[in-house]
């Protein structure tokens, strides 16, 4: 994650009118740049309940890792790498054997602060969120037996842009 603040004062010996205009912009920004986190796989059908395992995990049988070139929403991960674990078993699946989609964002806002008196100062901004609408995606279904297992079925917001102004007296 980085941010920036950059104030633009190429104009800042400007006076009258010309100085109120061209004078006061500042850019500000927020990277956040992240790999996916770990994903548990667990089974939709507990045959291990009575012994009082909340969960069950599956049996995995191949490699769960798909090539970042074939990675769609509709396919994260191999879900042929599983099967499902036979009663009186506990599974041989690892705690986290996939990862879920990683996140990138870029947020940014453009600040116009103008003094209109000595104490009287005007401020617009322009917020950007998700500025290169990269969607955010959820995490992969992760339970065998469930209809959608090994797809992305959510994603977080998309691109964002307010407006605001304020009056400081």
């Not at 912009?25 to 996916?36: L, T, V």
């Not at 995490?139 to 079925?153: C, E, H, L, Q, Y």
Request: proline share 7%; net charge positive; charged share 15%.
């Amino acid at each position: 994650m980085a941010s920036f603040v950059y104030d633009l004062d190429f104009f800042r010996n400007k006076n009258g009118i010309a100085g109120k205009l061209l004078k006061g912009w500042s850019a500000n920004g927020i990277i956040n740049i992240q790999d996916g986190i770990p994903v548990a796989v667990t089974q939709a059908t507990n045959f291990n309940a009575f012994a009082g395992f909340g969960v069950q995990r599956p049996n995995r049988v191949g490699n769960p890792t798909l090539p970042r070139g074939e990675r769609t929403t509709a396919a994260w991960f191999n879900a042929q790498a599983f099967a499902q674990a036979p009663q009186f078993t506990i599974g041989n699946s690892s705690r986290n054997p996939v990862r879920g989609p990683g996140y990138r964002n870029f947020d940014l806002a453009i600040i116009k602060r103008t003094a209109l008196t000595e104490t009287v100062k005007v401020e617009f901004r322009t917020e950007i969120f998700n500025l290169t609408n990269t969607p955010p995606l959820g995490n992969p279904n992760a339970v065998f037996g469930a209809a959608g297992f090994g797809s992305i079925t959510t994603a977080g917001d998309p691109r964002v842009i307010q407006f605001g102004l304020k009056v400081n007296f």
